[in-house]
């Protein structure tokens, strides 16, 4: 029963999606939607860093965890 309990688990575990800024900055942003992910990447570069970088760019940068 244990095993069964254990691998369904594993089944319905959703992947996550990473981008991390640099690292003097220290923002990381983590989501089981890579749009999500993208999204809130762009903004936080925005906003902190006051510069602009493309959707194309910034989705280059996610790492599945």
């Known amino acids: 029963m244990i095993s069964f ?6 089944m ?3 992947q996550l ?5 640099d690292p003097q900055c ?3 942003v983590r989501s089981h939607d890579k749009s999500e ?7 936080h570069v925005k906003d902190a860093h006051g ?3 493309s959707q ?9 965890v």
């Open 26 to 28: 220290g923002f990381m």
């Open 37 to 43: 992910t993208v999204e809130a990447a762009m903004k």
């Open 51 to 53: 510069k602009e970088v």
């Open 5 to 10: 309990c254990l691998r369904l688990e594993v």
């Open 17 to 21: 999606f990473e981008i991390d800024c």
């Open 56 to 64: 194309e760019d910034t989705e280059k940068m996610v790492k599945s």
């Open 12 to 14: 319905f575990v959703k």
